[in-house]
């Protein structure tokens, strides 16, 4: 599928300048998929040029026709969902229900910022001077360069292109690329879609042919990334050259707090799947885990039966449970944590290496590790991987102590029956989203982003349409 589509630029499909290209492997068996044509300098100069342009007509393009055009692009999107679902499972690994899944979060994202187009609100505030107002409005901020990891290929792509677009925003994505696929396949129904040529282009390739020129050029006016700390970090440097906004959601080390009066069985069945879903790829998903000192050993217990229990193997087996890591590099980081937690003495209760009965693909065990100390890594560090560390507490102020003692603050949750504790519970974590009985945090209408080293903005909600927009303030006598 790859050479039927390539670069998309200036509203059609194309090669690259240069001809070359890279391969794409499947991590549940470590297949070839395809060979993926990869944009040159001067591909990614063109691609900014021809944005530009295309935005100048794109701005002026009354809210309620970039609506339309979101929606018909949401239609033809669900109408591809079994084609997309199968292409994220055969990038990512993960479960083919999971893929499902997330093709539809990328759906809901199209269909909300359609509705936000036309919800973009201003404010009139009385002027101090006889006969003035001061109006307050808010316009689009221009090119846009959305730079996305391999984890939810749709759905990070999505919760950038729709509200740039519905802002007025002409829009570029550089995909990772792992998962080009997925980013062609939803590219191909914008484009089936009818948006003008232009105004949304998919750029495919190495940092030095596509990151350094978008960086350079004083068009492109914001950047927007999910990815890690460390590239988010370099992204902000970059972006000082030439002032660009930027919106940055980067990792997590989210905790998870059990208080002695939680629900203990329904913790357990929410809690597993959560965890190993995408093999624990996943920046929102709980690493550590604060259980009750009267619940710990019930609560390791019953976690590790969980996931001893779970079915791996390729994410298009209907039976498959959890998939495979995404190469042989993230093994390597979680076999290196593993060690790290056996040499603080910790006791693994489930899992800790790679299946013995699976020779192809990237298979890690759904791991459960307990008695470790806070600095371990498997509790100081994002894992990023199926690892599941509990330790015990003893009082809510030493658990929310060390809940915030982390230079990340994605997301946070807490289980309890009390909603005295549960409201207490939202105020103290230190996180840009607190879910209590709850992992249900990425839906299109909730603003979707952190705090501290997990970065900074908003995707999804009334929030995140405001990322894409410049507020200009006029002062008018009449």
Known sequence: MYASYGLFIDGAWSGPATGASTEITDPGNGDVLGVVPVASVDDTNRAVGLADKAFQAWKRTPAWTRADHLHKAADVMAARTAEAARQITLETGKPLAQAGREWALAVDQFRWYAEEARRIYGRIVESRVPGGRLEVTHEPVGVVAAFTAWNFPAALIARKVAPALAAGCAVIVRPSVEVPGVAMVLFD?????????????????????????????????????????????????????????????????????????ADLDKALDLVVPTKYANAGQVCVTPDR???HETLHDRFAEGFAARARALKLGHGLDEATQMGPLI????????EEIVADASDRGGKILAGGRRPADMNAGFFFEPTVITGLPDDAKAIAEENFGPIAAITPFSSAD?????????????SAYVFTRDAGRAREAAARLEAGMVGVNSFALAAAEAPFGGIKASGMGREGGTEGILDYSNVKLAQILV
């Open 189 to 261: 129904c914008l484009r089936e879609a009818g948006l003008p040529a232009g105004v949304a282009s998919l750029l495919i390739g190495p940092t030095g042919n596509t990151y350094k020129p978008i960086m350079a050029s004083p068009l492109v006016r914001k950047v927007s990334l999910t990815g890690s700390t460390r590239v988010g970090q370099q992204m902000i440097r970059d972006s000082a050259e030439t002032v660009k906004r930027i919106s940055m959601e980067l990792g997590g080390n989210a905790p998870m707090i059990v208080f002695d009066d």
């Open 289 to 291: 885990f604060y259980v």
């Open 327 to 334: 190469n042989e590099r993230r093994i390597a980081a979680i």
């Open 398 to 410: 030493e658990v929310f102590d060390r809940a915030n003692a982390s230079e990340m603050g994605l």
